[in-house]
């Protein structure tokens, strides 16, 4: 599905170069729930812009599915991220002057493939997501959580290969966290999403099947969650946490 061979990332500065990311490799497998963890400086963010194709990398390999994302253009790399790729932000993201319904349409009106088939698919969405009754309703007319499981559904509207997630829960309290999480699962459960979340919080992290945790621009760890239960899985991240922050 998605794999990150030795890849390389620094920025130039005046006459200093920071290097943000130094050899990072890993592979990520159709259906999988994957974090990213590390302290700030580790190159998380960094590496989600690299594989969102926002920024080129120095050297080293993505490849989605069997696409080597190097290689493509500009308007090839415009229609991976329409088509292949969906995005969930921190801040949501959502247009106030749209509906709820037509924020989930917008990939497709923007890939201009908004047909019936859509329409059905993004009401589809609303009830697997538990918005179908909000979704003629704006943006500034509903609750955090909603806003994020919208976003979750804008994000699979187009049949993404992948879902990336940056900081999905990162502004919203424990309830309204736990709801974005359960959308997550919902969408992994209901239409096999393979999701690659980017976050700092070892609670949405423990619902994860692994995490990949980057100290200094490397993978220092990388854990499975294997047959733990959550809250198991919760303090080996939190131990992780700790024995990085020790060394």
């Known amino acids: 599905m998605l794999k990150v061979n030795d890849l390389h990332k620094s920025y130039q500065v005046g006459k200093t170069t920071y290097e943000v990311l130094k050899g990072v490799s890993f592979e990520i497998k159709k259906g999988e729930f994957v974090a990213v963890m590390g302290p700030s400086g ?7 812009n690299c594989i969102s194709c926002y920024i080129p990398a120095d050297r080293g390999s993505i490849m989605l599915g069997k696409t080597e994302l190097a290689s493509l253009s500009q308007e090839q790399l415009a229609t ?5 790729l969906g995005f969930v932000f921190q801040d949501f993201l959502l247009l106030d002057g749209l509906s709820v319904r037509d924020n989930i349409l917008l990939p497709a009106i923007i890939g201009g493939s908004v047909d019936p088939d859509t329409e059905r698919r993004a009401d589809e969405l609303c009830r697997i997501f538990g918005i179908s009754d909000i979704r003629e ?3 500034a007319e509903i609750s955090g959580g909603e806003k994020q499981r919208t976003a979750v559904a804008r994000a699979l509207i187009n049949r993404p290969m992948m879902i ?4 999905p829960t990162g502004n919203l309290d424990s309830k309204s966290s736990r709801a974005v999480i359960d959308s997550f699962l919902q969408a992994r459960q209901a239409m096999g999403a393979t999701i690659f979340m980017v976050t700092h919080d070892s609670f949405a992290a423990s619902f994860c099947d692994r995490a990949i945790i980057l100290r200094d621009g490397q993978v220092w760890r990388s854990l ?3 047959d733990m239960d959550r809250t198991a899985f919760q303090d080996t991240l939190l131990d992780s946490v700790r024995e990085m922050g020790r060394e």
């Open 80 to 84: 991976v991220r329409n088509k292949e």
């Open 224 to 226: 499975e969650r294997g």
């Open 164 to 167: 990336l997630a940056d900081e």
């Open 42 to 48: 580790s190159g998380k963010t960094t590496l989600l």
């Open 137 to 139: 309703k704006y943006p």
